[in-house]
């Protein structure tokens, strides 16, 4: 919970004037390296492109602003756990519209349907998080939030009556904020020597007509990344007197399970006498992995 609340934060303190206006995010992204040299380098190297996706989730929800729950109170909470703590309670005509933990809501003044609106308005607008929420009777529902630290039109007024649209839900992306941090707090080493650059001095042995090349790509059709991966792979492989870790990452359609094949083919042809351990999450995935066996 700690994670999430870490990011949490991290959202809310974006402007949401510069949101509305639809100007650009503050966040400096750049092409995410192959390689890390350290741990931390790895962690920053996600971090403003999962912000910055974010920020365009927010961004894209303000073009299509539709009618939200009605707000029917809200208070600050006694219990200051985190900056701007509310309580809300909501009008809740159907269940299945209950907020739930973790979603990212649009707190805007009632009747107001686009940006543009809230603009020329100029009422209070804001970014909240739903922290808790609890289901009460007579049509209604509570619920604890976080606000924005940073919101559009100054402060909230008694007078006015407001309303909340869901726009996402952060549980999936506060995972990920949790793997990128906590995550790589465990098994230091391990982690390490998944994520940090290889010292050693590891030939291209794919990309010549050599030991290797026959099997690979010109076969396989593999790029020069997938060889590369290939080669490090069996080099690693080739010293068993030391503990080595490698790691193929990429996006879907990336070729990360042919070049696993192409892998487990090498080492089937070439250090045969050693016994291999292939492991996935179901029998399909290893049928794609050990069908470039049988080709």
């Known amino acids: ?3 999430a609340q870490a990011l949490f934060k991290e959202v809310l303190s974006f402007p949401v004037d510069d949101i509305l206006k639809r100007k650009q995010s503050h966040f400096k992204v750049e092409t995410i390296p192959n390689e890390f040299a350290t741990r931390l380098a790895y962690t920053e190297a996600f971090r403003n492109p999962k912000l910055e996706e974010i920020w365009h989730h927010i961004d894209s929800s303000m073009d299509t602003i539709s009618r939200g729950l009605d707000v029917v109170s809200y208070k600050c909470s006694k219990n200051r756990r985190g900056l701007n703590e509310y309580n809300i309670k909501l009008n809740l005509e159907n269940v299945e519209n209950m907020p739930r933990k973790g979603d990212l809501m649009l707190f805007l003044e009632r009747g107001l349907e686009s940006r543009d609106q809230i603009i020329k308005a100029g009422s209070f607008c804001t970014i909240i998080v739903v922290i808790d929420n609890t289901r009460t009777y007579n049509h209604t529902t509570s619920m604890l939030v976080w606000m924005s ?3 559009y039109g100054g402060s909230l007024n008694d007078q006015r009556s407001y309303q909340v649209m869901s726009m996402c839900n952060l549980t999936t992306f506060a995972c990920s904020w949790e793997v990128m941090t ?5 098994n230091p080493e391990i982690i390490n020597l998944m994520l940090t650059k290889n010292k050693e001095n590891v030939d291209n042995i794919l ?3 050599g030991k290797y090349g026959q099997f690979t790509g010109k076969d396989f059709g593999l790029n020069k990344s997938q060889k590369d991966a290939v080669a490090s792979c069996i080099s690693a492989s080739e010293c068993p007197n030391k503990l080595s870790v490698r790691l193929i990452w990429g996006p879907p ?5 042919k070049t696993a094949s192409v892998v487990l083919l090498m080492l089937l042809k070439n250090l045969s006498t050693r016994r291999t351990l292939v492991c996935a ?3 399909t995935a290893l049928t794609q992995l050990a069908s ?3 080709l």
């Open 1 to 3: 919970m700690a994670t």
């Open 207 to 209: 990309l010549a007509d």
């Open 182 to 186: 906590r995550g790589c707090q465990d």
């Open 292 to 294: 470039v066996l049988f």
């Open 149 to 151: 630290r940073s919101p």
């Open 281 to 283: 999450p179901t029998n």
């Open 253 to 257: 359609g990336t070729g990360k399970t």
